[in-house]
């Protein structure tokens, strides 16, 4: 029996999303706990309409280019951890997206989400059946567990809110992927996302207004972000893990120089994007 | 072995003694419940005997312990007795919830053959909110705020009196927290929910909910009787689905409301047809959701949910039990 969100999703998907993505889809390994839906709330429909919406932003507006997406993991649990920028995690969509199509056999990421997102109307909900997972250490140490690739943004809110003059500088670098890596023996590859940091100027940030747990409403200048354009640059993977046992995950000095590394790694691919780069728009 | 059954004449009692008389190493079985009788139990017999025994007096406790039990050389406990209607509320019902529970575990503690202690807790007992997993495992927060209805505050606080005496008592203790038990008369909230025609959901939300079938859960309690295992562990369904999907395949009408308005039309649908659910009670669920975690109890207690809700039965039921002001007066009147 469907309800009516799923058939609206199953309609998107088919009047939208061309047949070899839907073949390709259909690929996709996806937990399910018995009605078509994981723990979390993942459903295959949903991804598919996400796929289908989400496409046209990929591939027309921002023109997203992936550069060495063949060191994600085939398979097996492993982290995905990337700088974050843009007002709205556009980078995220664009990220999730990016696995998806770049990954063989097709893997679908599980993006990571801030703790006040469960909270947003509509949006929670979304977010849920296209595979988002609300921060916390269960909820990722699970996903880890069962061979899952987490997509995380260390930076979290300072990221995706830092002003436009800080673009490509990494903010606060919170060092919880570095410890799941270290507990649950799963590589990270760092990635660096090029463009988004230039996707969207922030007017003003209106810190009183904490719209159902957001930290503050951002206004931008311009409505639609810039047509910019995204370069994801993946690096080799970082085996974090390797010569610690599971149990160093609880020494806050490993795990912060671990997490150091996974920033390092990310900051010399965020260099080398931008190195190669001809404009924000090419 | 020889088992006591509180609770005997609730539906997961009657179904755990079902369960017990099935196996073919159950010697005898005490079922004891505040009713005289219930047509769920299985016939007295050499192998089954019923006590009617109100524990919300300690002395009554004290006199099942001391009699029935001890005659029977019983040695596990299944306590499943607690007050299943969310109107409830009150010393007595403390009394029954927690009070009962605290006394039934000392006395056993010192009983000549009981050790072992297996005790049916709720999923609901756990604190939902957006800053704590929505996947839930034993060290879950559970729900201690002042102001929750004692529905909720009873089955916190009957757990942690379990759980304090972990460790420091003689017998094998064993929690396991429930995830919402499906089924009429199970004292499910969400079974009343879906009583009505039209169900009413917060705009914007469509949590996901884990629901656990009677067999599965008389399972679990079987299983925590026989493996050498002890503490808590959170025993999930098969069901794991948003709600959305929980009204529909129960053949009602799912009517997304913006949420403020929600409390105070379920305030009425309650004044009007004195129904159970309380939308007070659930609202952070029916925002956020939350699905047990089973890992523990499938490593370690060997738990694994095998059964689903059987979902034409249950919208057969749900539409019998439909709930109306006649059949209020008429339950009223009974």
């Keep these: ?282 | 072995m020889n088992v006591l059954v509180t609770g005997a004449t609730t539906p997961l009692g009657a179904a755990t003694v079902r369960g017990l008389l099935a196996l073919p190493d159950t010697g005898h079985v005490v079922g004891a419940g505040a009713d005289p009788w219930s047509p769920l139990l299985p016939p007295r017999g050499a192998r089954f005997s019923y006590v009617e025994s109100d524990l919300t007096h300690r002395r009554a406790v004290r006199s099942l312990l001391g009699g029935p039990v001890r005659a029977a050389h019983v040695e596990a406990i299944v306590h499943t007795a607690l007050h299943r209607s969310a109107r409830a509320s009150g010393r007595r019902v403390h009394r029954l919830n927690v009070d009962a529970t605290r006394a039934l575990l000392e006395l056993a503690a010192d009983h000549p053959t009981a050790r072992i202690f297996v005790y049916r807790s709720f999923a609901e007992a756990y604190h939902v909110a957006e800053d704590v997993p929505c996947l839930v495992g034993e060290d879950h927060p559970l729900e201690l705020a002042p102001d929750e209805p004692q529905w909720v505050r009873d089955r916190a606080e009957a757990d942690l009196t379990v759980c304090s005496h972990l460790g420091s008592s003689p017998l094998r203790i064993v929690v396991l927290r429930c995830a919402e038990l499906f089924a009429p008369h199970a004292g499910s909230q969400l079974y009343d929910y879906l009583r009505s025609r039209v169900c009413l959901r917060p705009v914007g939300y469509d949590p996901m909910l884990n629901l656990l079938s009677m067999e599965d859960a008389v399972r679990a309690h079987l299983l925590a009787l026989a493996r050498p295992v002890e503490g808590v562990f959170n025993i999930a369904g098969w069901d794991t689905l948003p709600l959305s999907r929980l009204v529909a395949l129960t053949g009602r009408v799912c009517l997304p409301v913006p949420g403020p308005l929600l409390r105070p039309l379920y305030r009425l649908r309650r004044a009007f047809v004195g129904a159970q659910f309380r939308y007070r009670m659930n609202a952070p669920r029916f925002h956020l959701g939350g699905v047990l975690d089973g890992t523990r109890a499938r490593d370690e207690l060997g738990y694994e949910p095998r059964v689903g809700i059987v979902w034409d039965d249950a919208r057969r039921a749900l539409d019998r039990e439909r709930p109306s002001v006649r059949g209020r007066r008429a339950a009223r009147a009974a």
Excluded: C
Excluded at chain 1, 184 to 202: D, F, K, S
């Design chain 1, 1 to 282: 029996m469907e309800t009516r969100g799923e058939a609206t999703a199953r309609r998107i998907a088919e009047l939208l999303l061309p047949r070899r993505d839907r073949e390709r889809l259909a690929r996709v390994s996806l937990p399910d706990g018995g009605h078509g839906y994981d723990a979390f709330g993942l459903h295959r429909a949903w991804v598919a309409a996400s796929l289908a919406i989400g496409r046209l932003m990929y591939d027309r507006y921002f023109r997203v280019e992936s550069i060495g997406a063949e060191h994600i993991p085939p398979t097996g649990a492993a982290i995905l951890a990337a700088n974050h920028a843009g007002m709205l995690p556009l980078d995220a969509v664009m990220l999730h997206l990016n696995v998806l199509r770049h990954t063989e056999p097709p893997r679908l990421g599980r993006p990571v989400a801030d703790w006040f997102v469960p909270l947003l109307p509509f949006v929670s909900t979304i977010y849920a059946r296209t595979g988002v997972v609300s921060g916390s250490r269960r909820n990722v140490g699970r996903l880890l567990e069962s061979g899952a690739l987490v997509e995380l943004f260390p930076e979290g809110v300072a990221g995706i809110g830092k002003p436009f003059r800080e673009r490509y500088h990494l903010q606060q670098w919170t060092v919880g992927h570095a410890e799941l890596a270290i507990r649950h023996r799963a590589p990270v590859v760092p990635v660096a996302i090029v463009g988004a940091e230039e996707q969207w100027i922030e007017l003003l940030r209106l810190r009183r207004v904490h719209l159902f747990g957001a930290p503050y409403l951002p206004v931008p200048l311009l409505l639609p972000p810039l047509p910019v354009r995204y370069h994801i640059l993946y690096g080799e993977p970082l085996v974090l893990h390797e010569g610690r046992a599971a149990a160093d995950a609880d020494d806050a000095a490993i795990v912060e120089e671990a997490a150091a590394r996974v920033r390092r790694a990310v900051e010399a691919l965020l260099a080398r994007g931008l190195r190669a780069r001809r404009g924000i728009f090419r």
